[in-house]
């Protein structure tokens, strides 16, 4: 008889954005006249920057064209892009990465569930509360943790409490931990990490042959020139991290997918038997075996965000986005509510009024406000009573976003 994933049952009631989205359309099913504006999940409201979409036409009729057309590609990523990556993201800023440390993915959502394929069921995990959920659900579909309490906590994981009394940034804990992920600019709760709160992780990590598994999807929105935009930038995080990169939030890809990981070559793990071997092979063994690689057109358009052209476009882009978040963030400020990020992330991490739960406060903006914003909750137990904004949108529903909290 077919046995299914047991380990799926284990999962609280639906991943956070589609429950959100249910609820959202029920509203707006039962009050269609109602103009209702999502700040709720992290999706880019703006175009495609013109570079990209130039790059990708060129390669459209590239691909059009027997002499130019390309079937399969590399499954770790055109060399082009590659090139550009390691380039410009590493070396460029002083950071020793190789072409070949860098794998080219559809996403960072991917990406960071894939990864346990390449790591084995006994670590011990250290995950962040709040989170973003993708760590902790991946980690329950692999089958890593045990049930969840009556506060959604899993068996199995060790979490590590962020709230206002740390800045939202958890300290190395004094129990040894195998893999720990670590999100700077942080989602949800858009707090940035010192360098100096890097490199206690970098030490606690080499001392304790830890895996540092560093989500820096946002590091294209800090303006802040002491914020590091990679853990690279800490000496030693070569031996103990891989980094996931995305292009969703700089360049507009979260419809167009391409991402990126980087594992670098002298990154090692533990066998069963104790002995010490590299991750990258194993890795590049993963991504070519299940993995047919982002397609050619894509790899241009996303190798475009690094011409001069491209480069000043995402700056635009990210200052529309920031500029909504400095609006969100003082329209929530003059609602006097407790405010966090929004300077150097996308996010706005704000406390709920009157003792309200996050859920509550979800439905008392959808219902009163016509707002979608993320219940805090959703990201973890020390979520609750906060909730997110995400100031990925338009700036004149930014603007009309902020006049509703203040009028509500
Ligand atoms: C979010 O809203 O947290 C993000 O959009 C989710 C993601 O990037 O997958």
């Known amino acids: ?66 002499d130019t057309f390309r079937g399969y590609g590399p499954e770790q990523g055109h060399e082009f892009l590659r090139h ?32 346990l394929d390449i790591l084995g069921h006994k670590n011990r995990l250290g995950i962040t509360d709040p989170v973003y959920p993708v760590y902790v659900d991946t980690n329950v579909m692999a089958g890593h943790t045990g049930d969840s309490d009556e ?19 958890p300290a190395v ?49 800090i303006s802040d020139p002491a914020v590091p935009h990679s853990i690279y930038e800490i000496p030693g995080a070569r031996e103990c991290a891989i980094e996931f990169r995305s292009f969703s939030k700089n360049g507009g890809f979260t419809g ?6 980087v594992v670098p070559k002298n990154l090692l793990a533990a066998t069963a038997t104790g002995e010490m071997l590299p991750l990258h092979p194993l890795w590049n063994r993963r991504m070519s075996t299940k993995f047919n690689g982002v397609s050619y057109i894509v790899q241009r358009g ?16 990210i200052e ?46 959808l219902t009163q406000a016509h707002v979608v914003i993320t219940p805090g909750s959703g990201f973890g137990s020390h979520g609750e009573g906060y909730f997110r904004i995400s100031a990925f ?3 004149a529903n930014a603007e009309e976003v902020a006049r509703r909290i203040r009028a509500l």
């Open 1 to 66: 008889m077919v046995q299914l994933n047991d380990n799926y049952l284990k999962l609280k009631a639906g991943y956070l954005f589609p429950e959100i989205g249910r609820r959202v359309k029920a509203f707006c099913d039962a009050n269609p006249q109602a103009a209702v504006i999502r700040c709720g999940i992290g999706d880019v409201t703006e175009p495609l920057p013109a570079a990209v979409r130039d790059a990708m036409h060129k390669a459209v009729d590239e691909m059009g064209c027997r």
């Open 84 to 115: 550009a990556i390691a380039q410009n993201d590493y070396r460029d800023r002083g950071m020793e990465i190789a072409d070949d440390e860098i794998f080219v993915s559809d996403g960072s959502k991917c990406d960071c569930g894939n990864i």
């Open 151 to 169: 506060n959604g906590a899993y068996a199995g994981i060790h979490y590590l409490p962020c709230d206002a009394s740390n800045g939202f940034v």
């Open 173 to 221: 804990p004094s129990e040894k931990l195998d893999v720990v992920y670590l999100c700077f600019p942080n989602n949800p709760t858009g707090a940035t990490a010192t360098r100096e709160q890097l490199a206690a992780w970098v030490e606690y990590a080499r001392a304790n042959r830890t895996l540092i598994l560093f989500d820096a999807a946002y590091e294209a929105y």
């Open 256 to 261: 167009t997918r391409c991402a990126f990981t």
């Open 302 to 317: 996303a190798e475009a965000l690094y011409s001069a052209e491209g480069k000043a476009q995402i700056r635009a882009l």
């Open 320 to 365: 529309l986005y920031m500029g909504n978040a400095a609006i969100l963030r003082a329209a929530a400020q003059d609602a006097g509510l407790p405010v966090f990020g929004g300077v150097n992330a996308p996010y706005i991490w704000v406390g709920t009024p009157d003792g309200l739960s996050s859920w509550d406060m979800f439905d008392r903006m």
């Open 393 to 395: 949108n338009s700036r």
